[in-house]
Nanobody, 127 residues
Framework: QVQLVESGGGLVQAGGSLRLSCAAS????????MGWFRQAPGNEREFVAA????????GYVDSVKGRFTISRDNAKNTVSLQMNSLKPEDTAVYYC????????????????????WGQGTQVTVSS
């Protein structure tokens, strides 16, 4: 059974930084593509960042490019999202997602591509 547990959310002032982590259970983490999504109140869930199974390929939504960095440690079964220069519009619940069957060596932008999700962690950026 795959479980994803996010941590690291919280309240931060605009311009500040947070680092989200996602701890995954499962013996084949290194073969999973991983992603981060977010959902603000009243909005649909949106793609934030994704990383390929070996970490060589990453992708970001335009609004976070240059501010957020996704990374993974396959030895520790973790994926992280370093968020810098945070803005009030980054406020949302952030979700970690896993695609456990990844025939491609790339990353995936669409939430329908992922088959496991964490419970989410709240990020609030005050102005």
């Amino acid at each position: 059974q795959v479980q994803l547990v996010e941590s690291g959310g919280g309240l931060v002032q605009a311009g500040g930084s947070l680092r989200l982590s996602c701890a995954a259970s499962g013996r084949t983490f290194g073969s999973w593509a991983m992603g981060w999504f977010r959902q603000a109140p009243g909005n649909e869930r949106e793609f934030v960042a994704a990383i390929s199974r070996n970490g060589d390929s990453t992708g970001y939504v335009d609004s976070v490019k240059g501010r957020f960095t996704i990374s993974r440690d396959n030895a520790k079964n973790t994926v992280s999202l370093q968020m810098n220069s945070l803005k009030p519009e980054d406020t949302a619940v952030y979700y970690c997602a896993a695609r456990t069957s990844s025939p491609s060596i790339g990353y995936y932008r669409y939430d329908s591509s992922y088959n496991y999700w964490g419970q989410g962690t709240q990020v609030t950026v005050s102005s």
